[in-house]
Nanobody, 126 residues
Framework: QAQLVESGGGLVQAGGSLRLSCATSGRMFSLYALAWFRQGPGKEREFVTAISWSGETTHYADSVKGRFTISRDNAKNTLSLQMNSLKPEDTAVYYC???????????????????WGQGTQVTVSS
């Protein structure tokens, strides 16, 4: 059964760094776009970043551009998110997601992703 399992969340001070990982099971994920979304307290789930199946194309929300870096290793079936210069407003549950996203403009759409992990909590203290 296809699964996505996140890890690496935790508590960090503002300005610090964290690295999230998402382990994928199922060979089909090597052909899927992968993404990170997040949901802060009392907020809607929002797009953070995405990467194409080949890793050649990446897309970032303006709020994280220049601070976060997404990467994938299809040989190891893993997705990573390096988060630097963290801010209190980055506090959220972070979810990895997989989907057959065909167009660049669709990377941000929740509806494009069929598979979701259970989420990992990231808390940034001021």
């Amino acid at each position: 059964q296809a699964q996505l399992v996140e890890s690496g969340g935790g508590l960090v001070q503002a300005g610090g760094s964290l690295r999230l990982s998402c382990a994928t099971s199922g060979r089909m994920f090597s052909l899927y776009a992968l993404a990170w979304f997040r949901q802060g307290p009392g907020k809607e789930r929002e797009f953070v970043t995405a990467i194409s199946w080949s890793g050649e194309t990446t897309h970032y929300a303006d709020s994280v551009k220049g601070r976060f870096t997404i990467s994938r290793d299809n040989a190891k079936n893993t997705l990573s998110l390096q988060m630097n210069s963290l801010k209190p407003e980055d506090t959220a549950v972070y979810y990895c997601a997989a989907g057959r996203v065909l167009y660049y403009d669709d990377y941000e759409k929740i509806s494009e992703y069929n598979y979701w992990g259970q989420g990992t909590q990231v808390t940034v203290s001021s």
